[in-house]
């Protein structure tokens, strides 16, 4: 939702040329626009004007007011309130009703997250879908409690199960060294290890979804001390995300090894 931090340009528009298959020629996709304070205003493809994919207001430089969405046919609203340690966000989409609080402590760490539904078979009164703890120690998160609510049609809500994630941080340096991911009964559903180079800088996450024995690993290269690389693989595919001087200029998508697409981002500039 932001535009890349450049040291003597402000980002005003990201336009991308996808080349798909054989194609010889590139054809020009979606545009991304942004404000002059970094922030998305809309993401939009100029063959579906007049509506755009995607459309944002803000209040302020960090808080968004307002976010419109098209999935096809039907829009999706987002709007956003924000009072003192909460932010409140209410998504309406094809006939339902989401709400969700955000709660932060003093010290802007997110410690619970509350959200509900309405319309439609659950009815006209918000009925309670998830709750979510956040812990803390020493400044880090290190553990989330998920409570999971079962809607009923009668109008109430009613727990069923919780889950937890857990992280876990280095002694030295205090990264991340990996997060567990736990069902709800109590088995390890998901495993993330995060390695670092010698200069602390991430390299490497990898990802083991332990129920369907998959393995995903994002890797990232760096050249002259910046971001160069970012290599995402799961099984049968590969995303290979290029950057010059904090920009994304392509991205390569692969098929067991066989190039099936190809973006270049192209940037204007206030």
Sequence with gaps: MKAPQLSKQKVKQIVEWIRLGFDQKSKEGNISEFDKQGNLVAYYNKNELPRKQLFCKYISKNNMSEKAEWFDSDQMITLYAYKRNVKIEEIKFRGKTYKTFFYE???HQLIEK???TKG???GNEYLLKERILYNYKKGRLTGEKIFNYNLLINGKS???????????????????SKTLEYDFDGS???????????KNRLIKTICHYKIENILTSMEIKYKNGKMWQEITQRPGYKDVKIYVDGRLIRL???NEEKIIRIVDYQYFYY
Excluded: P, V
């Design 105 to 107: 402590n003093d010290k």
């Design 252 to 254: 390569r998508s692969y």
């Design 188 to 198: 390890l559903i998901n495993e993330k290890i995060y390695e670092y180079d010698s």
């Design 114 to 116: 509350k959200a509900y």
């Design 120 to 122: 439609l078979e659950l």
């Design 158 to 176: 009613k727990k069923y199960d919780t889950s937890k994630i857990l992280h876990y941080y280095k002694s030295k340096s205090g990264k991340r």
